[in-house]
């Protein structure tokens, strides 16, 4: 596995598995236009602060996630990578029968003191074709 997809995952890791905000949050870059975009409406966050309270929301939530991935696409050019994800999440909701649906993630990253930290998420649940 590449070190961008390691990242990735770590990330994808530390908000489902672990449930630990501080680990999610170290793997982001600390620039300024940093960005978290999920498939909530609550959940976009512009700049680090933003994007912490974004991670620490996710990890605190009752609502467990599982993400499936089934094609990966990763392209590396100097000091920046990006990948697109497809596959499908599992939402586990208290109250409510837990759902699997489709699910897309572009991820730009940014290589910072020899490492791949993320500098942008946009997740999306795409919808069903008319």
Same mark, same amino acid.
């Given at each position: 596995?590449?070190?961008?997809?390691?990242?990735?995952?770590?990330?994808?890791?530390?908000?489902?598995? %672990? @449930?630990?905000?501080?680990?999610?949050?170290?793997?982001?870059?600390?620039?300024?236009? $940093? $960005?978290?975009?999920?498939?909530?409406?609550?959940?976009?966050?512009?700049?680090?602060?933003? $994007?912490?309270?974004?991670?620490?929301?996710?990890?605190?939530?009752?609502?467990?996630?599982?993400?499936?991935?089934?094609?990966? %696409?990763?392209?590396?050019?100097?000091? $920046?990578?990006?990948?697109?994800?497809?596959?499908?999440?599992?939402?586990?909701?208290?109250?409510?029968?837990?759902?699997?649906?489709?699910?897309?993630?572009?991820?730009?990253?940014?290589? @910072?003191?020899?490492?791949?930290?993320?500098?942008?998420?946009?997740?999306?649940?795409?919808?069903?074709?008319?």
């Amino acid at each position: 596995m590449s070190d961008v997809l390691t990242t990735f995952f770590a990330l994808i890791d530390a908000l489902t598995e %672990q @449930r630990d905000a501080e680990a999610a949050i170290a793997l982001y870059a600390t620039d300024e236009d $940093v $960005v978290f975009s999920g498939s909530t409406r609550d959940e976009v966050g512009f700049g680090p602060e933003a $994007v912490a309270d974004v991670l620490r929301a996710i990890v605190a939530s009752p609502t467990r996630l599982s993400l499936s991935p089934e094609r990966r %696409q990763v392209r590396e050019e100097d000091n $920046v990578a990006w990948a697109n994800i497809t596959g499908r999440i599992r939402i586990d909701s208290p109250g409510a029968s837990p759902r699997d649906a489709p699910y897309r993630i572009t991820a730009i990253f940014v290589r @910072r003191d020899g490492a791949w930290r993320w500098h942008t998420f946009n997740g999306s649940e795409p919808a069903a074709s008319d």
